[in-house]
């Protein structure tokens, strides 16, 4: 099977999912046109499907025999209001995006034109469309991609007219312009303060991956198609969005949270996750989990009950990303992927905000404060003052040593010096005692002469 027919199963499959089961029929009918085995082969996914999406490649991959190409009829030169469109950028279940130009005389730009497809504009779709319309009109911020205009087409299909972001994927670009970890997680904190902005506007995006999220040539990022995102408060949209039932999916199995595939209550938390699996691929160029190939069963027990793995384990890793990924960046990507929600960062702006702690050496929320950590942190920080302070304490403390030992040594000499004083006076008057000793005997034993009888006389009267 080609990659042009599976992307093609895949895009009327995940359309049919966001229906009504009353209205998947006529859909099939209408996106397959006069091609019966591609209408089988849909219905025939649509008859087995459990309930969850992340089944759907598998299944085409076992089930899906080889099918010719088919055709779909591109619109291309259509005059849609002001702008006539020029060629198809993108599609998917339900609409298709065109690069187009303002042709009315009063200025020249180049926009997006995203409308739904010829036939298929089933009141589900089209008031999801327009859903998605009001929800993107809310959002202003430089890191998202700008509705500028709407309508509808003449034959009643709504449209969007947004900017054209030419770029690529943040992930593409950071490898194309050899980016290092820590310009990587530098621009990434675009994507983070883009997604809660959103969040702030009350809407979750529900689809972060790399196909949205857009690098400019300029280096600026771009969040873009809103097409599966949900509005948080009911009076957000001018008009009911459908509510998506237990059996729709509206992800990217990849890229989901575990609430997500388990079909639970979203929140902000949701887009934390996938924030997080953008950011494991980004620095690794891998993802966390592989699920192409598993069963339904499989993968949701893979994402829901196994931790991830961390980023610097991941295998063939340059040894310098490696270190670079150990420690902060592991657990600050860990903790965006935690299985249950209440754990990880309470909005997008923490991620970014501990994002930014780590680029300035500084210690992160992911990780448990100790005093050593914080130490660590303080000195990688202020590495030259910190050099340059242990230098000097280690001058002053050789300093100290040094008088104390000088100190010691006078000492020693002061104590010798009177030890041989004492010593000396000692032997000098033992000398002299003897000396006088030796005359007394001389004067006793010689000739009796006047001066040695005075000695003697002196020496009885001792006596």
Not at 198 to 203: E, I
Not at 236 to 249: D, G, N, Y
Request: proline share 5%; hydrophobic share 40%; aromatic share 6%.
């Amino acid at each position: 099977m080609t990659t042009d027919r599976w992307k093609r199963i895949e895009e009327i499959f995940q359309g049919a999912l966001e229906l009504p089961l009353s209205e998947r029929s006529d859909y099939v009918a209408q996106a397959c046109g006069a091609d019966a085995e591609l209408r089988s082969e849909i219905e025939s996914l649509l008859a087995s499907d459990s309930g969850s999406v992340t089944a759907l490649r598998s299944v085409i991959e076992a089930d899906v025999r080889e099918l010719p190409t088919v055709s779909v009829a591109s619109q291309a030169g259509l005059q849609v209001g002001p702008y006539r469109l020029v060629r198809e950028l993108d599609s998917g279940g339900m609409g298709v995006v065109y690069l187009a130009v303002r042709s009315d005389d009063q200025y020249f730009q180049f926009v997006a034109v995203k409308m739904i497809r010829t036939g298929m504009e089933w009141p589900s779709l089209v008031q999801r469309f327009r859903g998605e319309r009001q929800i993107l009109a809310t959002l202003t911020h430089p890191n998202i991609g700008a509705i500028l205009d709407g309508g509808e087409t003449g034959d009643g299909r709504p449209f969007i007219v947004m900017e054209y972001v030419e770029g690529q994927p943040i992930t593409r670009y950071s490898q194309s312009c050899g980016l290092s970890s820590r310009q990587r997680v530098d621009l990434f904190r675009s994507v983070c303060s883009a997604v809660h902005h959103a969040h702030q506007k009350l809407v979750i995006h529900r689809d972060i991956k790399p196909s949205n999220v857009l690098v400019t040539p300029q280096g600026v990022v771009k969040l873009i198609d809103f097409g599966v995102s949900k509005p948080l408060a009911p009076g957000l949209s001018l008009q009911a969005v459908p509510k998506t039932e237990s059996w729709q999916r509206l992800l990217t199995p990849d890229y989901a949270s575990p609430e997500q595939i388990l079909g639970r209550e979203l929140t902000t938390a949701t887009d934390i996750y996938s924030l997080g699996v953008l950011l494991f691929e980004l620095l690794t160029g891998s993802r966390p989990y592989t699920l192409e190939g598993l069963s339904p069963a499989a993968a949701e027990r893979l994402v829901c009950e196994y931790r991830p793995p961390k980023a610097s384990s991941v295998a063939d890793l340059p040894e310098r990303t490696r270190k670079d990924l150990a420690g902060d960046l592991d657990r600050i990507v860990l903790m965006a992927m935690d299985r249950d929600p209440s754990r990880r960062y309470l909005s997008a702006q923490h991620f970014e905000e501990d994002l930014l702690r780590f680029l300035e050496g500084r210690p992160v929320l992911a990780r448990k404060s100790t005093w050593l950590y914080r130490a660590s942190k303080f000195i990688q920080r202020y590495r030259g003052a910190s050099l340059l302070t242990c230098a000097m304490l280690l001058v002053v403390m050789a300093s100290i040593l040094f008088h104390r030992w000088q100190s010691r040594a006078a000492d020693r000499r002061l104590k010798q010096v009177a030890v041989l004083a004492e010593s000396a006076i000692t032997d000098r008057s033992n000398a002299e005692k003897e000396m006088e000793r030796r005359k007394i005997e001389r004067l006793l034993t010689g000739p009796a002469t006047p001066a040695a009888l005075r000695v003697a006389e002196k020496t009885n009267s001792i006596n």
